[in-house]
Nanobody, 123 residues
Framework: VQLQASGGGLVQTGGSLRLSCVAS???????????MGWFRQAPGKERDFVAA???????VYGDSVKGRFTISRDKAKNTVYLQMNSLKPEDTAVYYC???????????????WGQGTQVTVSS
């Protein structure tokens, strides 16, 4: 199973980006029944939880992104999205998508990871 994240880039404060994560390989059992999450890691900091979505569409967000970010998934396309609005310089990080068997914000429970995509928000 491979997760391929894309959509990162450079944006000004207040701008928007949409990240995508496409699952390939043995996608049916992994993607359709898994929780999909987004995490981010800024230089010199730990990897932090951003958002997760269950197979049924339930969502949970980290406190710092609530009201600004939206996670969604398209099972037909084996893709999960992260719509990021009202971006701030502190959102600058490498963003990773991941899959887990349970609905959680705990990164240790995520056993499949994408390669990451850089998001840079200029002030």
């Amino acid at each position: 199973v491979q997760l391929q994240a894309s959509g990162g880039g450079l944006v000004q404060t207040g701008g928007s980006l949409r990240l995508s994560c496409v699952a390939s390989g043995r996608t049916f059992s992994i993607f359709s029944n898994s929780v999909m999450g987004w995490f981010r890691q800024a230089p010199g900091k730990e990897r932090d939880f951003v958002a997760a979505i269950s197979w049924s569409g339930s969502t949970v967000y980290g406190d710092s992104v609530k009201g600004r970010f939206t996670i969604s998934r398209d099972k037909a396309k084996n893709t999960v999205y992260l719509q990021m609005n009202s971006l701030k310089p502190e959102d600058t990080a490498v963003y990773y998508c991941a899959a887990a068997p349970i609905f959680t914000h705990d990164l240790l429970q995520y056993n499949y990871w994408g390669q990451g995509t850089q998001v840079t928000v200029s002030s």
